[in-house]
């Protein structure tokens, strides 16, 4: 039976290239506080990814997945309100 590899969610690669889908190099480098050069061979695989990166890797995505969640229930709330208004409409 053939073995498939299976994506390591803390791999430390794989986190880099799911935040740069996110962010450019410059962002991402400050953030990390490395030069933007340091992103990039780090994603050309000139350097290796150290693993303590990966925390502040997860930081980075998990921040902007609750920013998402909050931008959405601001939205629903806005609409609920605009529709209702300020009124007794209950």
């Known amino acids: 039976m053939p073995i498939t590899p299976i994506r390591n969610q803390f791999d430390p690669l794989n986190l880099l290239m799911e935040a740069r889908r996110l962010h450019t190099q410059r962002v991402l480098a400050e953030k ?6 340091t992103i990039s ?3 050309n695989r000139q350097t ?10 997860k930081e980075i ?3 902007r997945h609750n920013r998402t969640e909050v931008l959405k229930a601001f939205i629903f709330m806005a609409l ?3 529709y209702w208004g300020h009124t007794d409409r209950f």
């Open 80 to 82: 609920f309100f605009r």
């Open 48 to 57: 290796p990814m150290p693993l303590f990166v990966v925390p502040a890797l």
């Open 32 to 37: 990390l506080r490395v030069t933007a050069r």
């Open 61 to 63: 995505l998990l921040t």
């Open 41 to 43: 061979r780090r994603e």
